[in-house]
C-alpha cells in the first residue's frame, strides 16, 4: 500500500494526489523541439510542454534576455505611480501587431488570470459605458478557459468543475458548434450580455476547429446586441495558428483577447489581454476612474523582457509560416494513416490536433506507449491524443512522431 511518503510533498496539477512520487517523468533538459529526463531518456515533445514552447527549449536569445533584465532589477511593481521599460516596450509590440487598432494591453502571470481579467474588464467597461446591467458572459460547452473562478466558471468541461462549486453568477453556456441556440439566447437575453467568450480552436476540450461560419456568426451576434466578443487565444495565439492571432487566421476581429503560454514560450510565466481601442475608450471616458484590478506581477519586467527575446525568434525565424508546413506534414500523415485504419479520426487546424483512437484502442495505453518510443503527446479522453509541437521542430522529427503513432495504434 502507498501511503504519504511515496507520494512526496509535491501536490501536482491535474495528477491523482495518490500518484507515487516515483512515478512521474522528471524533465531535466531541452534543446529545440527534445526533452530529456533524469534518467537520460530522450523524447521529441509533440506537445510543445502544455500547449506553449513555440520557440523551442533551450533558446540562449531568451536566458541572456532574462539575465540581462534580473541584472537591472528583477521585477518592480507597475501599480500607480509605477512602470517600466520592458512593460512599456512589450504594449507597444503587442499592439503594434494586435487584430484590433488601437489596442491597449493588460499584463497577467497566466492564462486563467488572462481569463478573469477579460471577464472583469468587459463588465467594467459596460460599467462605465453606463450599462452596469450588462453582466452575462456566454461560452461554449466544450471549451477549457482555466481554472480560476471566472475561467472556471464559464467553460464548458463539466469534470473539471466537480466539486468546486459554488460559481460564479452570470456564466451561461451555450452547446458548441449551434450558432441558432446562440442566437436564441441572445434574442431573448442579449441586452445583459456583457460578451461571448469563445476559444478560436477548442483546445484543452480535444481540439475542435470552428464550424464554418461560426466565428463570423458569433461576431455578428455580438455586434447586433451591443456585446464584445472575447477571443481566448491562449493556445492559438504567437504563431500556432500560421499567423500571430486565431483572429487574424480566421480573419474575424474581436474586442478583446487574453493570451498567455506562447507570448514567452513558457520561458517565464506571462499572460495578458488584449484590449481593441473600442473597450478601451469606454474605461478612459472618465478621467477619475480608477481601474481597480492588478496583479503583483502585471507587468513583471523579466517576463516581459522574455516576451520581447521570444517574439522576435518568432518574427526572426518566421515561425508562423513554418507552423503551416508542421502542419501539413504531421496532420497529413497521421490522415494517412486514417485512411490505412491505423486511426479513427484526425481533427486539426495549422500546428494543432488531436487524433481519435480507432474503436477498441485506448489512448491511454498508446500514449505510454509512445513515451516509451520516445514521444510526448497529451492524452484528453480515453480515445483522443492531442498534437502541438513546439515550431522549430524538423521534418525529420515530425516524421519520427508519425512512425511512432503508427507502431502505437496498431
Ligand atoms: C484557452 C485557454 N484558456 C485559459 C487557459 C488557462 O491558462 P493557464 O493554465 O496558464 O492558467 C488555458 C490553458 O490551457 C487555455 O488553453
Known amino acids: 500500500m502507498t501511503t504519504r511518503s511515496d507520494y512526496g510533498p509535491f501536490l501536482h496539477p491535474y495528477a491523482k494526489p495518490t500518484k507515487n512520487k516515483s512515478d512521474f517523468i522528471g524533465i531535466v533538459r531541452g534543446e529545440g523541439a527534445r526533452v530529456w529526463d533524469r534518467n537520460g531518456a530522450e523524447y521529441i515533445d509533440g506537445m510543445a510542454s502544455l500547449w506553449y514552447a513555440n520557440v523551442g527549449y533551450g533558446r540562449k536569445e531568451i536566458a541572456d534576455a532574462v539575465a540581462n533584465q534580473m541584472g537591472e532589477i528583477a521585477a518592480f511593481h507597475c501599480f500607480d505611480p509605477f512602470s517600466n521599460d520592458r512593460a512599456d516596450q512589450l504594449a507597444q509590440r503587442i499592439g503594434d501587431f494586435a487584430p484590433m487598432p488601437d489596442s491597449r494591453i493588460f499584463f497577467t502571470s497566466s492564462g486563467s488570470e488572462a481569463v ?6 468587459a463588465r467594467v467597461a459596460h460599467s462605465q459605458a453606463g450599462e452596469p446591467e450588462r453582466t452575462i458572459i456566454v461560452s461554449r460547452g466544450r471549451a477549457y478557459h482555466g481554472v480560476t473562478y471566472g475561467g472556471l466558471s464559464a467553460q464548458g468541461l463539466p469534470l473539471n468543475q466537480a466539486g468546486y462549486g459554488p460559481f460564479v453568477e452570470g456564466m451561461v453556456n451555450i452547446a458548441p458548434d449551434d450558432l441558432e441556440a446562440m442566437a436564441q439566447f441572445m434574442a431573448e437575453n442579449g441586452s445583459k450580455v456583457a460578451a461571448i467568450l469563445t476559444e478560436p480552436v477548442q483546445g484543452a476540450g480535444g481540439v475542435f476547429p ?4 461560426y466565428l463570423e456568426g458569433l461576431r455578428r451576434l455580438a455586434d447586433q446586441h451591443g456585446a464584445f466578443l472575447i477571443f481566448d487565444e491562449v493556445i492559438c495565439g504567437f504563431g500556432r495558428l500560421g499567423a500571430m492571432w486565431g483572429a487574424q487566421h480566421y480573419g474575424v476581429t474581436p474586442d478583446l483577447v487574453t493570451f498567455a503560454k506562447a507570448v514567452t514560450s513558457g520561458y517565464i510565466p506571462l499572460g495578458g489581454v488584449v484590449v481593441s481601442g473600442m473597450v478601451a475608450s469606454k474605461l478612459e471616458s472618465d478621467d477619475t476612474w480608477i481601474l481597480r484590478h492588478g496583479h503583483t506581477y502585471s507587468g513583471h519586467p523579466t517576463a516581459c523582457a522574455a516576451a520581447l527575446a521570444n517574439i522576435a525568434i518568432i518574427e526572426n525565424e518566421s515561425l508562423c509560416q513554418r507552423a503551416t508546413q508542421i502542419g501539413e506534414r504531421l496532420f497529413g500523415g497521421f490522415r494517412t494513416l486514417v485512411s490505412d485504419g491505423v486511426l479513427g479520426d484526425v481533427r486539426s487546424a495549422v500546428a494543432v490536433g488531436a487524433i481519435v483512437m480507432r474503436e477498441g484502442v485506448d489512448s491511454i495505453a498508446v500514449r ?31 516524421d519520427q512522431i508519425v512512425d511512432a503513432v503508427a507502431k502505437a495504434a496498431s
Do not use: F
Not at 116 to 121: G, P, R, Y
Not at 210 to 213: A, D, Q, R, S, Y
Open 210 to 213: 470552428p464550424t464554418e461560419g
Open 116 to 121: 478573469d481579467s477579460a471577464i472583469k474588464l
Open 368 to 398: 505510454d506507449s509512445l513515451l516509451g518510443a520516445g514521444v510526448i503527446t497529451r492524452a484528453i479522453n480515453a480515445e483522443t491524443l492531442t498534437w502541438c509541437p513546439p515550431l522549430v521542430i524538423s521534418d525529420s522529427e515530425i
